[in-house]
């Protein structure tokens, strides 16, 4: 039984056919033991098989994982997703996402409410979304519970974990500061009297411009007290750095930088973000890591080469199974490329794209097609000769099983012969094509 087959069993047997109803009204210790069990399951299949090559290994952060961070809504995750599997099915040899089962087990049963039960529904679709592009080992998951013998937790864990935390202070207070002075942080009252933050930036750190925070019960006897002033309430700069309201926006974003060190240091990947703003805090920790911007890539391809990133994910990962070699040696010249945008910002990725990429995908198109014109050209002459209804079969692809049996048909004549040479000249137009480092692309383009 292979990682597909066993994930399923337990995903059936837990929700029956039922996925949301079930995991939505089940009682806590059901949906804890079912996350147990994802979670067993992935940490047996997904175990450490050696130093991958850092130019196409990634770690992925909890937004391109399908995660609530910065935006939970459906949409949002779905395009995420899509960025993910456009980067992995052309770019990558492996990508590990984020484990969401491996979250609900380390909060523990008394974790379990509905944001935990919404993750594990998320996670559960995710899969699913995802399923062909893990059934062939491209997008793995990523493992952050490591368990270290006294030796390795002193002489490898506790160096790395006190330098994680001293950047981690380090850029708490950094991105506290520039919170504070950008952002607008309010109080309102959902339509059946339920509260939550509102978090306005017009700065592009916060997704979408603008990130809303639901409460859940308890909310405390300060939150009670403001739910009964005018709204929305304003909070002040001195109440928000009182109530620490900024670590709801600081704190996933440096779990997720650390938990992609923590990754990048055991397993030797390299990062992979969805957003600039990420891509420099990253940069700035002073950690030599490769690191990747999905969005970069994807507004890029997107763009510039549109009808590739309009094909089927199954199309694209079934070329790269067949077109391996020609896969590895444009993946060489763009991983060359991009190598020196440090930080892949999207400006110079875009540029790459259009200055290097597509001008060889227009050369192989004209190579090609110049070269069909003028086999064309020679044969239809032929055809004029007198070669017949025959010879337009050879020329329309309509072979018989065994040419003796074409030739003996009309006597063997030299031009029905000329005429097949002719003709296998037009499959050399594929090797035209195939001489270009971009030939994978082309192919996927056409």
Not at 98 to 111: A, D, K, W
Not at 154 to 168: D, G, V
Request: charged share 25%; hydrophobic share 35%.
């Amino acid at each position: 039984m292979d990682f597909i087959d066993e994930f399923e069993d337990v995903i059936k047997a837990g929700v029956n056919g039922n996925i949301d109803g079930t995991l939505l009204n089940a009682d806590k210790d059901f949906i804890y033991e079912f996350a147990e069990t994802l979670n067993l399951v992935i940490r047996y299949y997904f175990r450490y098989d050696g130093k991958p090559n850092e130019n196409f290994s990634f770690i992925a952060n909890s937004s391109l994982s399908g995660g609530s961070f910065p935006c939970a809504a459906s949409e949002c995750r779905l395009n995420k997703l899509d960025q993910l599997a456009s980067f992995s099915s052309l770019y990558s040899d492996e990508v590990y996402i984020q484990n969401p089962f491996e979250e609900i087990v380390l909060r523990g049963r008394g974790g379990i409410n509905l944001t935990a039960r919404h993750e594990i529904i998320s996670g559960i679709y995710n899969y699913i979304y995802l399923k062909p592009l893990i059934k062939r080992g491209i997008i793995k998951y990523a493992q952050n519970m490591v368990s270290l013998c006294n030796n390795h937790r002193i002489n490898l864990a506790e160096p790395i974990a006190k330098k994680i935390q001293q950047k981690e202070d380090k850029l708490y207070n950094l991105l506290h500061d520039f919170l504070l002075d950008t952002c607008e942080v309010t109080l309102s009252l959902t339509h059946d009297k339920k509260p939550f933050f509102e978090i306005k930036s017009s700065t592009e750190f916060i997704e979408h411009g603008v990130s809303y925070f639901h409460l859940m019960e308890p909310f405390g006897d300060y939150i009670d007290h403001l739910c009964t002033k005018e709204m929305p309430y304003v909070f002040t700069k001195n109440e928000i750095k009182n109530e620490h309201i900024l670590r709801l926006i600081i704190t996933p974003l440096i779990k997720d930088l650390s938990d992609q060190e923590w990754h990048s240091a055991f397993y030797g990947t390299s990062y992979l973000c969805d957003n600039q703003i990420q891509m420099d805090i990253a940069s700035k920790l002073n950690n030599p890591v490769y690191k990747a911007n999905s969005t970069s890539f994807n507004q890029a391809l997107k763009h510039y080469l549109p009808s590739i990133k309009s094909r089927n994910l199954e199309y694209i990962l079934d070329l790269r199974n067949r077109e391996e070699e020609a896969f590895n040696v444009y993946r060489d010249k763009i991983n060359t490329m991009f190598r020196k945008s440090a930080d892949w910002n999207q400006k110079d990725i875009s540029d790459a794209f259009r200055d290097q990429i597509l001008p060889e995908i227009h050369i192989i198109e004209k190579k090609v097609k110049d070269w069909k014109e003028k086999t064309r050209s020679g044969i239809k002459d032929k055809l004029i000769i007198g070669t017949g209804t025959v010879s337009f079969g050879l020329y329309s692809g309509i072979l018989p099983h065994d040419i003796s049996h074409l030739l003996a048909a009309v006597g063997g004549g030299a031009a029905v012969v000329s005429t097949l040479i002719d003709y296998s000249k037009t499959l050399k137009g594929k090797n035209e094509a195939r001489s270009n480092d971009f030939y994978f692309l082309w192919q996927a383009k056409k």
